[in-house]
Structures are given as structure tokens and as C-alpha cells.
């Protein structure tokens, strides 16, 4: 039996994205949930005519019936509105929590054993939400935004010293916001920390563009957010779990005394494997480091006490 992806809001431009990259790679099948039936069932039936090109035999369905998303192994969590030039990630935080509120029901009841991708911002209050709404266990929730924001900090690196961006390993902790903590001295090329590559005005400047580069694509694309990168992002932590593969990605994972935070969603270390996350992983903070993070944390306790969950 082939296993099962279900992406909430897959036929959004994140979502779509997300069960695209699933069909193509032939990681599981794909249902497509939204409140935009025809489009659902549109985007799915196109993607499927992709797989014979492809070569992949994933088998993608959408529309708005919750049944076919049954058994689930993963839900990816698109279902949300995206911010506007101008907007921040926190002002979507009541209409994305609402929408949370009416899916999180149908999770618990047609996917009982599912691991829970949250994507739809403000992403780690919409994942404490879930956690919160489902009941499930905290290896099962884990919100996508640290492997995008390191993604987008590899590329300034690799931008900068004009090397690949494969030999790139950047680090990003925190919330998915302003406040977000990237991490030059765990940032690497080549397993050499920027620290020791670049002037420091040179590494300020590339962690400033990460904090804000959610907002530089806003501000270009003019209507909706990113999301081929955060897609891919999505389908690389699909794939860890899928594959059980033990890997290590930056996650917005529930919190219960690591770092010292205790119960909130934050960006930290996880490793990722069949069961969701296996291990988050306490790396060694410097005081200005971990009160950065502190202060990233209790920005997220804002809004969750917005939200009472
Ligand atoms: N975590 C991250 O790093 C990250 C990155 C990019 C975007 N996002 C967020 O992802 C979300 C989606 O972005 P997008 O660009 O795909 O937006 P979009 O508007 O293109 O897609 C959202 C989809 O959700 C659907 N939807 C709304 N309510 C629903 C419900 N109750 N049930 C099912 N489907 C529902 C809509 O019909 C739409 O198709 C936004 O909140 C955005 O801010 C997060």
C-alpha cells in the first residue's frame, strides 16, 4: 500500500506546490483538501498528468471530502491566508487560527495517526494551535519555517563568496519572524564558520536579509507570499519522515524546558525520522545567542496568549 500525503489548502500556491513536489518525487500519494473544491480537484488532476512525464507513480486526488484523506501518514498544513506588502506574519494570526479551529476536527478524526506539518503563519502560533486542537503528541506537530529560513541564508552565503550553495549549512533558530535568530557561527561553507570567511558587516548584512527575506519576496511578487522554497522546504522534512531518515533540520518544535522555554513552539534543532521527531538537540548557545532566542520566544508568547492556547 502506497502512503498517503494530505495537504490542507493544497490548492493554494504553497500547498499546490507541496503536492507537486510529493508526486513528482513518487514519495506517497497525495490528497488535496480545500475549501475551493473544483480548484482542488483541478490542481490535483493536473499534477497526476504530471506523473506519467515523470515517470512517478503517486496517484493525487483533491476536492473537499475529508474521507479520502483517511489514513493519512502525513497532513501538511497550508490552509491559510498569506500576508500582503506591507503585512506582518502576526496580523494573520485571528483569520489563520480560525481556520485552524475547523480543520483540526477533521485531522482527528480521518488521520488519527498522522504526523501534523504546519506551514500557514503566523506559523508558530498556528502550530501551538494545532498542538492545542488535536491533542496529539508533541513529535507529532512539527511546524515547517527553520529549514526555509536557513535555505534563504544558504543562498545569501553562497551569493556572497560565490560558491555552491551545496557546500552551505546555515542555522536558524527562533520564530518564523522578525525576531527570528540566525546563527553565523554555526553557519558554514565547507565546514568553515562565515565568522571566518567574511567581515562581520558583511555577515550582519546577510543575517538581516534572512530575518527579513519573507518580506523581500513580498514586497516583489506584489499579491501572495513565497512558495516554491518554502514548498520545497516542506517536502524536504516529508521526505525525512517518510524515508525515517534520522536527519537533522531546524523545526518549530513544542518546547518543554530545552533552551529553557518551556511549553511554546519554537525553532530549534530536531531530528526527523518515522515516528516525527525523534531528538531535539540542545546545541550550545552563547548568552547574546540565547537571549536572542528569548527574546524570538516570547514574541511567540504574545500571540499565543492572543489566541489562549
Ligand atoms: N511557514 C512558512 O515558512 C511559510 C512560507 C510561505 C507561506 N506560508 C503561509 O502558508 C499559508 C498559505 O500560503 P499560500 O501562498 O499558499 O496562500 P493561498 O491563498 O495561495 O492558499 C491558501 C489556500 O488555503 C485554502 N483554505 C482556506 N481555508 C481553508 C479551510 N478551512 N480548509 C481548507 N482549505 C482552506 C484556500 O482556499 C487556498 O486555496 C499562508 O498562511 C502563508 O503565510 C508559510
Not at 488519527?112 to 501551538?128: E, H, T, Y
Not at 534543532?269 to 516570547?298: M, V
Request: charged residues 20%; proline residues 5%.
Amino acid at each position: 500500500m502506497n502512503r498517503k500525503v494530505t495537504v490542507v489548502g493544497g490548492a493554494g500556491n504553497v500547498g499546490a506546490t507541496v503536492a507537486r513536489a510529493i508526486a513528482e518525487k513518487g514519495l506517497a500519494d497525495v490528497v488535496i483538501i480545500d475549501i475551493a473544491e473544483q480548484k482542488a480537484a483541478g490542481v490535483a488532476l493536473d499534477i497526476y498528468e504530471t506523473c506519467p512525464i515523470i515517470g512517478s507513480d503517486a496517484r493525487v486526488v483533491g476536492g473537499t471530502d475529508w474521507n479520502a484523506a483517511a489514513g493519512s501518514d502525513i497532513v501538511v498544513v497550508t490552509s491559510g491566508k498569506p500576508r500582503k506588502p506591507g503585512m506582518s506574519r502576526d496580523d494573520l494570526v485571528r483569520d489563520n487560527f480560525e481556520i485552524m479551529k475547523s480543520i483540526a476536527p477533521n485531522i482527528v478524526q480521518h488521520c488519527p495517526d498522522s504526523i501534523v506539518v504546519p506551514v500557514a503563519n503566523p506559523l508558530d502560533a498556528m502550530s501551538q494551535a494545532l498542538y492545542r486542537l488535536t491533542r496529539f503528541p508533541r513529535e507529532r506537530i512539527i511546524g515547517m519555517a527553520g529549514v526555509l529560513d536557513s535555505a534563504r541564508m544558504s543562498t545569501f552565503i553562497a551569493m556572497e563568496l560565490n560558491v555552491s550553495v551545496q557546500n552551505v549549512h546555515s542555522f536558524v533558530l527562533g520564530g518564523h519572524g522578525d525576531t527570528m535568530v540566525p546563527l553565523p557561527r554555526y553557519s558554514t561553507v565547507s565546514g568553515i564558520p562565515i565568522t571566518e570567511l567574511l567581515p562581520p558587516d558583511r555577515v550582519e548584512a546577510i543575517v538581516k536579509r534572512t530575518a527579513s527575506g519573507g518580506a523581500e519576496i513580498v514586497s516583489l511578487l506584489k499579491t501572495g507570499s513565497a512558495y516554491y522554497a518554502p514548498s520545497s522546504s516542506t517536502a524536504e522534512m516529508v521526505d525525512a519522515v517518510l524515508k525515517d531518515k534520522h536527519k537533522i533540520l531546524p523545526c518549530c518544535c513544542y518546547l518543554e524546558g530545552e533552551f529553557g522555554i518551556q511549553g511554546l513552539y519554537v525553532g530549534v534543532p530536531a531530528q526527523l525520522g518515522a515516528k516525527g521527531i525523534e531528538k531535539i538537540w540542545e546545541i550550545k548557545l552563547t548568552d547574546t545567542e540565547r537571549a536572542a532566542l528569548h527574546k524570538s520566544a516570547d514574541a511567540v508568547r504574545e500571540l499565543v496568549t492572543i489566541l489562549k492556547v
